[in-house]
């Protein structure tokens, strides 16, 4: 029975404790959750439609068609034989069914496949460039948050601190070592403290709901984790940013529209079947319906292409060569955002270092103007004064802290790192 008792209670208590969740898993879901990530299936789906279609070019293509007609004039014999009467009615008639099968394209088809995949390719490289800056929007979200909860915890520790301060400076107005305005002076400071508090309680709700919209998932019970401030590289290697993927699908597509060119001056050969019943049928003498079959191999060469070749050609060129540029100059601002990323982290991991010396310095100060009080060495406002600036000392401390793990975050996205 009481083994039983203590699993209930268990239970109870783990599904009551807010669930953990990590900025990795926030931007995991608002991947998921962003309405553009969606495009990407229907990209995927256009480029296999536009391939299809390609391909549908070696499939045999039949049409059919028919005609009635009449003509002032038919052909006339200039001469009569006998036995033989030549009756051409004007009114004529002809029904015929195309059968087209191509046999040679010169790869027209293969390259306008090759550059529907490219296309789709580039447009989902596009997609994935867009979505990369959402994971900024989430960290900032969510580091807002932490920084929020770290400032909340200090508030109540302030707020104990008051608290255990009133109370000592109560009873020493108690036995007439202090004025009652020292107790006012500290309910002034604890309403204003309480008031920090539900601004701060405010902003995080705030903050909750946008990174709720965000992730698709109700924040507000959730428990954010505090990343680690882990070490980063120092090598710039953008290989992993998805620009760089972008500028490479488009120089394929560029590379694989130089090779259609060559395609559009190539000739053609197709087999062509056409079966017909008319009147007059393949014999014009004749007055008769009738049915024929016609066999042929057609070639076609359209030398039009040669006209505009080399200007194709000199634009596909320039085209690859603008893309050349644009990554050249994403290699370099991106060089000079990580350099100067870089020096934030270390001027953070600086200020980090300093605020531990301070906040050390301002506890011993303030411990000793609490003792100093007590003795009737310091008036209340010199040490609400004192531990105002302990308090100080301990939010700088958080923020420069989240500064850290932001700065960590930002050189990350910039060179492409894995989180």
Known sequence: MKKAFLILLISAAGAGAAAQTSLDECIRLACDNYPQVKEMSLIEATGNYDISSAGMAWIPQLSISGKASWQSQVVEMPFEMPGVDFNIPHDQYVVTADLTQQIWDGGATRSRKELSAAGTDVKKKQLETSLYSLKARVENVYLGVILIDRQIELNKLLEKSLLRSKEDASAMVSEGMALSTDLDQISVNILNCLQQRSALESDRQSYLKVLGLLTGRDMTSETLVTPETTSVEGSY????RPEMSLYAAQLEQSELQLKQINTQISPKLNLNLQGGYGRPGMNMLSGDFSGYFVAALKFQWNIG????????????????????????????????????????IKKARDVLTQDADIISLRKRIRETGETQYKEGAIKMSDFLSLLD???????????????????????????????
Do not use: C, P
């Not at 290697?237 to 992993?240: I, T």
């Not at 634009?315 to 370099?332: H, P």
């Not at 308090?391 to 793990?405: F, T």
């Open 305 to 344: 292409a040669l006209y505009t070749r080399n200007n194709d050609i000199r634009k596909a060129k320039a085209d690859a060569a603008r893309i050349e540029l644009d990554r050249e100059t994403f290699l370099l601002n991106s060089s000079i955002e990580a350099e100067q990323k870089m020096n934030e």
């Open 389 to 419: 600036e302990e308090y100080k000392a301990l939010a700088s401390e958080s923020l420069h802290r989240v500064q850290l793990i932001m700065s960590i975050y930002d050189y990350k996205n910039t060179t492409g790192q894995t989180l």
């Open 237 to 240: 290697d953008f290989s992993q």
